[in-house]
């Protein structure tokens, strides 16, 4: 099964590159790039919160808010122990063909009552379960995660763009990753600087994820399976479905962070050249999305 699906995205993934390589040449029109901003630097009105121990909606103790034209997580409104309430602010639409970039840093110091491996530790989950799908008790949403780290300042390697798979699992080297997290060759990032981070998503075949302009990861095929996940409602865990689309969410682990510059652009589209839409980056066809 595997095998027979890696020969087919090999010439997928020919089309698809030959595509995103020719999309530099030609007219601006075809290739001007109209990517679209997730977050207005405003408001998080077109964002749904997911907390855990809360229904989705609910924004307990305002973790996620705006400041300064980004969007800031912060724990300084909980009571008590943090209680494991990791959560997620998700985009209101989802996506399956599209690269999607943002800035993150790390600030602050992580609540006192969060796990310790959540310190200088966030991340962007995709291909992510619709939130309304999630019970009150579940405690991560069956996606995949971009996770970023930060360096602990102790001289040691820690890199960032890493991939974790809470109810999910990828192909790494042409078989199942067995771990629940797989390390990028990203660099190290101590601080506050801010970090540029970049996903190229092509549905249920290639990821690419990309630090400070370099790739640090690639893998294929993700899916639904594994573990970490609690408390889902199986109906939404059909392990061995693969992903081909879903929610993009920004993560809450206890650990502050500030976010910037979300932004999108779709891959899917009208691929007519006679059109007046047709764009040379799309991978996937919509002819019904064309104007002519």
């Not at 799908?133 to 820690?158: A, C, H």
């Not at 061995?240 to 899917?268: C, H, T, V, Y």
Request: charged share 20%.
């Amino acid at each position: 099964m595997i095998v027979s699906r890696l020969v087919t995205i090999r010439f997928v993934l020919f089309a698809t590159f030959s595509i995103l390589v020719s999309s530099v040449f030609g007219q601006e029109s075809t290739t001007r790039e109209d990517w679209k901003k997730l977050f207005n630097g405003n408001d998080i009105n077109d964002w749904i919160v997911k907390i855990h121990h809360h229904y989705v909606g609910v924004n307990y103790g305002n973790t996620f808010r705006v400041e300064d034209d980004m969007i800031r997580v912060s724990y300084d409104q909980y009571e008590g122990d943090f209680n494991d309430q990791f959560g997620h602010l998700y985009y209101e639409q989802p996506y399956s063909f599209y690269k999607v970039r943002m800035e993150y840093r790390f600030v602050g110091k992580l609540h006192s009552g969060a796990p310790s491996y959540t310190i200088m530790n966030s991340g962007v989950m995709f291909h992510s379960q619709d939130p309304r799908t999630m019970p009150k008790e579940q405690n991560w949403p069956i996606s995949v995660e971009m996770q970023f780290l930060g360096g602990l300042g102790d001289g040691k390697p820690r890199p960032t763009g890493n991939m974790c798979s809470p109810g999910t699992e990828i192909v790494y080297n042409g078989k199942i990753y067995p771990s629940h997290c797989l390390n990028s060759t990203s660099d190290t990032y101590e601080g506050d600087q801010w970090v540029s981070a970049e996903l190229i998503v092509l549905g249920d075949a290639l990821v690419t994820q990309i630090i400070n302009g370099d790739t640090v990861l690639q893998y294929l095929l993700p899916q639904v399976g594994g573990g970490v996940v609690e408390g889902y409602d199986p109906t939404f865990k059909p392990d061995g479905k693969l992903l081909i689309e879903g929610f993009i969410a920004l993560q809450s682990e206890g650990q502050p962070i500030d976010f910037r510059n979300i932004e999108l652009l779709n891959l899917e589209g009208c691929m007519d050249p006679k059109a007046k839409n047709y764009k040379k980056y799309y991978v996937k066809s919509m002819p019904e999305d064309c104007k002519f």
